[in-house]
């Protein structure tokens, strides 16, 4: 492993940082980026305990800031369960294009515990010009943490974890109140969006307002603003990652 990671400068220009982070946003997300635990392909196991030591906040902190970069900044993924760190978008500044590269690449996606983590760097691997083999993240035969069933029609399927995760940062009417109206939106239409992590549906449909006009909450129909709804969360979710 190195024993430096490099940062842009442009890190403290961007616009999603200037105008979003607060100050312990940035200095935890540095933490994120830079601290002894970090490896090749951007997804660590790091304790919260851990975390907490290292940058002198308490563990309460830790975990609230945590969740401040995954569901506000949409910057990485902690896993609780596997106590596993994913850096999204680490490939683009960390990982080069030389051939070189893959073997040691794929020995550490394959070491992944969590197996969203792993199919995520797994795309992004095999994305890469220089791969000529395939690889296939559910061959390692990890155990599939299982998912359960939400909604009337059910199709919101969440882990216990992200379930979990969801009511502390959302709270139970919110939450809710978006898992009725994507579930109603994926039986109206068969799930021709083609959602699959429902985590993430979730949160754009909390963030975004899905379903809400001036307020009132209206619940999807089968025409009128709730079919321009759901055309926009079509568009919008086929240029998400699946993570």
């Known amino acids: 492993m190195a024993s430096y990671r490099n940062i842009s400068m442009d890190f403290w220009t961007d616009s999603k940082v200037v105008d979003d982070f607060t100050p312990e946003d940035r200095y ?19 304790s919260i305990k851990q975390i907490a030591n ?15 970069l995954d569901s506000a900044h949409n910057v990485i993924r902690y896993s609780a369960q596997t106590k596993e760190l994913l850096i999204l978008n680490w490939c683009r500044y960390n990982w080069s294009t030389s051939e070189k ?38 061959e390692d035969g990890h155990h599939e ?10 199709w919101v ?17 919110e939450l809710t109140r978006c898992i009725d109206y994507i579930d109603e939106s994926a039986q109206m239409h068969g799930n021709k969006n083609k ?33 321009d709804d759901l055309q926009q969360l079509h568009q919008m979710y086929a240029s998400e990652e699946s993570l």
């Open 28 to 46: 935890i997300y540095l933490y994120c980026m830079t601290n002894p635990h970090t490896n090749l392909c951007g997804c660590y196991e790091v």
């Open 54 to 68: 290292e940058t002198g906040y308490n563990n309460d902190s830790v975990e609230r800031l945590l969740k401040r």
């Open 101 to 138: 590269l893959n073997k040691p690449l794929l020995s550490e996606i394959r070491k992944v515990k969590n197996d969203r983590f792993r199919e995520y760097l797994a795309a992004r691997y095999n994305e890469r010009s220089t791969v000529t083999a395939q690889y296939n993240a559910a």
């Open 145 to 154: 943490v299982p998912r359960h069933k939400h909604g009337a029609h059910g």
């Open 157 to 173: 399927r969440l882990t216990e974890e992200e379930y979990a995760r969801l009511i502390d940062d959302l709270g139970e009417e």
């Open 195 to 227: 959602w699959r992590d429902w985590n993430l549906v979730i949160r754009k449909c909390s963030r975004e307002r899905w379903g809400i006009r001036g307020g009132n909450g209206s619940r999807p129909s089968a025409s009128g603003s709730a079919m």
